[in-house]
């Protein structure tokens, strides 16, 4: 199906099943523990074998020496895989590193070897016997040291946007802010480790694993292995969190075939959390300077905003400076970014990648400017706003419901009551104070197939390569397929996760519900026109309602039309150019009030609400679980995530989650959530958008902004912890 013109009325518009807060259909599977995740899969193939992966204990060099006889002896060992026997490998379109090292060494805990054995702690236990000499290479592991030998990135990233004369325009400006923000290396710290299952049947090979993207997962894996892509099966049913860093392959799946093919059979390895850390991805860290000249009345009329951030050679850069393009109104613009060469593990996506970090640094910078205006920082954003793309005012946005999200949290938070001058309201010992940040995310569109299958029960099961990384799909995919076909949710099967089926959008960038809710869409209007056709229906006038096909004064079961054969339809969405004539994004606010320990700096958040306008929302239940998630770990990210790095070796010291802090649920209170009530009929067919990414953007700023108004401390180095505060807090009354 070719969506190019804007949508009309169709069957999800009734809104009997779409669009309703239903419970998660794979609810009881996670809560009684069935849900089969990758480890886990005892039932899929027998006698499996255990990988213990060995990570390099440097950061840039080459192996010298690597002996694994002391290994390869040990009790219960199958075999042992290195770059001396694994043979030629290549290297996937979406990774920056290759998977297995030596003898040249990329990054700290680079695998450099797997040790399979009968059991896990055979297999630990010989992977301590392998002896490593290295020769080690200086590094650069330090951003800011790196800072002004960073070079631009591809052209691909964009990497500068200028519109009219920004310097001109911002040394004029009567008012004028200039500061530099910066924000820590970051883990995606998901509870499910990177997985994985291999067993191949002659030169076929089959993975069970966590991974986000079959069809990347599924390509990447032929590059590596030299293999063709028919020749690999990937299934993943269930994820168990991936925010970005199961998106590509990683080392656990490609060691887990390695050792199978070693072993002779089916091999599952899992990385330990240090590997996690320093193995898998991470979002980088970046500097960020922001420009902002306005007039005396609050109107922006210079904008700069440039990014710093460090990746492996060939990798990219954080696009920290892509929301500041869209955001705000302003005649004279610019953007630039610069990519330094670091020898840390490799960055990459991270939920919401770009802008994320970008909004900590930039809805700082608003506040700061509406305090030198002396404006609410509510109003100035307001005052703001653009209804059409500000480098290229001839595009509108598709939906721009910006102000009405501010004006609406700011009425429910009770804004009004907000104290303007800092550091004047108490609670006992407590400094109380208000926050505010802009939330603001693209709309990402990808083409998404499915197949959809009617049998003579009247059953319909959808079958598509799309994931669940805990978002609620199973759930969104079967209310789109019951509201296509007139049949109640407990009557629609939902099979995801194996690249046996039609090749879906896949889970990231807030694109999944969107794209793959449309592909079957697309699907089922193929099969309601096959049900019809096979009564004698008009396919244009019949209705689907109550498991029957209604139209002309008959009806029929769906069950009846499915017959002993059934009925099977496969389609896919693809988009036109509607993205090229309309902006489409996706848009919210935040509010934050904090309490500040006058005399430890201990921050305690009090309350948070999150507004946003993000198209239809599928399932309101499962989309409010998606922003409050996104909350926690914007707050984590204000108060306490930061990957320490080693600035002498090169790794992340703090590679566990003992000394990588995240939020729990001491640190989180009450969170509230407001949907506006918007269709979009320039994005899909849905009318929806994403949700999913858009909860964390501009929460970290939000808390900074708050602790400002709690205490009169403006810090701009994330994340802010006590020591940032102590020095500035208040004297004792």
């Known amino acids: 199906m070719k969506f190019d013109r804007p949508a009309t009325s169709n069957p999800i518009d009734r809104g009997k099943v779409v669009g309703k807060p239903t419970d998660r259909i794979d609810g009881p599977l996670k809560t009684t523990g069935t849900a089969p995740y990758a480890y886990e899969r005892h039932d899929v193939v027998p006698n499996q074998a255990y990988g213990y992966v060995v990570g390099a204990g440097i950061a840039k060099g080459r192996i010298a020496f690597l002996d694994d006889g002391a290994a390869r002896k040990a009790s219960g060992v199958l075999a042992v895989v290195s770059a001396k026997n694994a043979g030629k490998l290549g290297k996937g379109r979406f990774n920056t590193a290759r998977l297995l090292g030596g003898p040249e060494i990329e990054h700290y805990h680079q ?7 009968e059991t896990f702690e055979q297999a630990r236990a010989a992977a301590q016997m392998i002896r490593v000499d290295y020769a080690r290479d200086k590094g650069a592991y330090d951003l800011a040291r790196e800072k002004d030998a960073a070079g631009v990135p591809k052209p691909e990233d964009e990497p500068d946007s200028a519109v009219g004369d920004f310097a001109g325009a911002f040394e004029s400006a009567p008012v004028k802010l200039d500061a530099t923000y910066t924000t820590p290396d970051q883990s995606h710290a998901m509870m499910e480790p990177h997985a994985s299952i291999a067993a191949w049947d002659g030169d076929e090979l089959t993975l069970w694993t966590s991974n986000q993207m079959i069809d990347w997962g599924r390509s990447d894996m032929a590059t590596t292995l030299g293999i063709p892509k028919e020749k690999i099966r990937l299934v993943s049913p269930y994820i168990g969190g991936g925010f970005g860093g199961k998106l590509f392959l990683r080392a656990d799946v490609v060691l887990a075939a390695l050792g199978a093919r070693a072993a002779r059979r089916p091999v599952k390895v899992a990385l ?3 590997l996690m850390i320093n193995n898998t991805t991470h979002r980088p860290a970046t500097i960020q300077r922001i420009r902002i000249g306005a007039t005396q009345d609050g109107r922006i009329t210079a904008i700069g905003h440039e990014s710093w951030s460090g990746d492996l050679p060939g990798g990219g850069p954080e696009v920290a400076v892509q929301q500041t393009r869209l955001l705000y109104a302003g005649e004279h613009r610019m953007t630039r970014m610069r990519l330094a060469v670091l020898d840390l ?20 910078a608003i506040d700061e400017m509406a305090d030198k205006l002396g404006m609410d920082p509510v109003e100035f954003r307001i005052r703001n706003d653009t209804q059409v793309d500000p480098e290229n005012p001839e595009r509108p946005f598709s939906q721009r419901r910006f102000v009405e999200c501010l004006r609406t949290g700011a009425e429910r938070f009770g804004w009004q009551r907000r104290a303007t001058t800092p550091g004047k309201t108490r609670d006992g010992r407590w400094l109380v104070g208000m926050g505010v940040a802009s939330a603001f995310r693209n709309n990402l569109l990808r083409k998404s197939a499915a197949r959809v299958r009617l049998d003579g029960r009247g059953i319909v099961t959808v079958e598509t390569d799309m994931t669940d990384i805990g978002t609620g799909t199973y759930t969104i995919i079967g209310q789109t397929a019951a509201e296509m076909m007139g049949v109640p949710l407990d009557r629609v099967v939902v099979r995801l996760g194996d690249s046996a089926f039609p090749v879906s959008a896949g889970s990231g960038g807030q694109w999944g519900a969107n794209n793959s809710t449309s592909g079957v869409y697309a699907a089922c209007v193929k099969l309601r026109e096959a049900v019809a056709n096979r009564l004698g229906f008009d396919p244009e006038q019949a209705e689907f309602v109550d498991g029957e096909i209604r139209s002309g004064g008959r009806r029929a079961t769906l069950a009846e ?14 988009y036109g150019d509607l993205d090229k004539q309309f902006q489409q994004s996706t848009f919210g606010a935040h509010f934050v009030e904090v309490g500040v320990d006058a005399a430890t700096a201990e921050v305690r958040i009090r309350r948070m609400l999150a507004v946003c306008a993000a198209g239809r929302i599928l399932n309101p239940k499962a989309a409010r679980s998606q922003v409050i998630g996104a909350m926690t770990m914007g707050a984590g990210a204000a108060l306490m995530e930061e990957l320490a790095v080693d600035r002498r070796l090169g790794y992340f010291v703090n590679h566990d989650l003992a000394g990588y802090e995240v939020p729990v649920h001491a640190d989180i209170p009450h969170q509230d959530v407001i949907f506006l009530d918007e269709t979009d009929p320039i994005s899909s067919p849905m009318k929806a958008k994403g949700v999913g990414e858009l909860g964390i953007c501009g929460v970290g700023a939000a808390v900074a902004n708050a602790i400002h108004n709690a205490t009169g401390i403006r810090v701009r180095e994330y994340p802010i912890t006590l020591d940032k505060l102590l020095a500035g807090l208040p004297a004792p009354a």
Do not use: C, K, S, Y
């Not at 695998?111 to 054995?117: D, F, G, Y």
């Not at 490799?346 to 930039?362: D, I, T, V």
């Open 111 to 117: 695998a450099i070897a797997l040790v399979v054995a």
């Open 272 to 274: 330990q959390r240090p």
């Open 345 to 364: 593990p490799e960055g990459n996506a991270m939920r919401a990648p770009g802008e994320a970090p970008g909004l900590m640094a930039l809805e700082i």
């Open 561 to 574: 039309a499915a017959g002993e054969t059934g009925l099977v339809a496969e389609d896919a969405i693809e």
